[in-house]
């Protein structure tokens, strides 16, 4: 007759297993990728833990007054390159911008 209740339990319990084994290494893949997500905004504002979350925060709300008053992603970029002087900038380098 073939495959028992017993024999399809154990499929199915093989199966939970592996799934509960690939859903741990998907989320250590998801950790390592926060830590690197973090570890080059850590080197680009030359900053660590709430010294970075703040930055990156104001930046986001500043940003986010430029896209309500009406600009668009590619004139809020212009801003923050500087062609006078040729590098970039960040927008916390002038706290005024974010009055």
């Known amino acids: ?3 028992t209740l017993n024999d399809n339990q ?4 093989n199966a939970d297993k592996a799934i509960k084994a690939a859903l ?3 989320r250590k ?3 390592q990728s926060k830590q ?5 905004l850590s080197e680009l504002y030359s900053l660590e833990g709430q010294e970075l979350v703040d930055a990156v925060t ?3 709300a500043l940003i986010q007054k430029f896209t309500d008053s009406g600009m668009s992603y590619d004139e809020i970029g212009s801003l923050a390159y500087d062609n006078k002087v040729g590098h ?3 927008f916390t380098e002038h706290k005024s ?3």
Request: glycine content about 4%; overall charge negative.
């Open 24 to 26: 741990e290494r998907k």
């Open 29 to 31: 893949i998801i950790m």
């Open 36 to 40: 690197i997500a973090y570890d080059m």
């Open 10 to 13: 154990a499929k199915i319990d």
């Open 88 to 90: 970039q900038m960040s």
């Open 97 to 99: 911008y974010s009055d």
């Open 1 to 3: 007759m073939g495959a």
């Open 58 to 60: 104001a930046e986001h």
